[in-house]
């Protein structure tokens, strides 16, 4: 594997990620990554415990609390009693969480549609023919 190349890759990759999270935070009703990714999570597995999304959000459990305690306070998620461990509560997400995703979404994506229209038919066939390797990249070290 030539260094040159996952040294372009890697940078490739950081540079999108900022652009996507300063697109997204151009909106002034956006949230910061951390809670639309908690939003998304919810939104892809269901209703989860603090400590289970805590976990699958690589954060700590105190961090959780306080990112789910501001998502309540805003309406996007919805704290239930854990039916089988009455010291627990389970999160699920709102109406009002589903539209911040997908508005969240909906900014990026329209800065992809944007970004990829400036590129010549020959760059967009090679971008879709390594797709699958790149979802399967980012899967993998999910």
């Known amino acids: ?13 950081t540079r999108l990620a900022r652009a996507q999270r300063a697109e997204r935070q151009r909106d002034p009703q956006a949230l910061p990554v951390s809670l639309i990714s908690a939003l998304s999570t919810l939104q892809r597995l269901g209703p989860l415990t603090p400590t289970q999304l805590a976990h699958l959000e690589g954060v700590r459990k105190p961090s959780m609390t306080r990112a789910l305690a501001t998502l309540a306070e805003r309406g996007l998620v919805i704290r239930e009693h854990d039916e089988y461990d009455g010291r627990q509560f389970i999160v699920r997400i709102s109406a009002e969480g589903l539209a911040a995703v997908a508005r969240s979404r909906d900014i990026v994506d329209g800065w992809y549609f944007r970004r990829l229209r400036q590129l010549d038919q020959q760059d967009l066939t090679d971008l879709m023919r390594a797709g699958g390797a790149l979802v399967r990249l980012a899967n993998e070290t999910a």
């Open 1 to 13: 594997m030539d260094p040159a190349f996952v040294t372009a890759l890697r940078t490739s990759i």
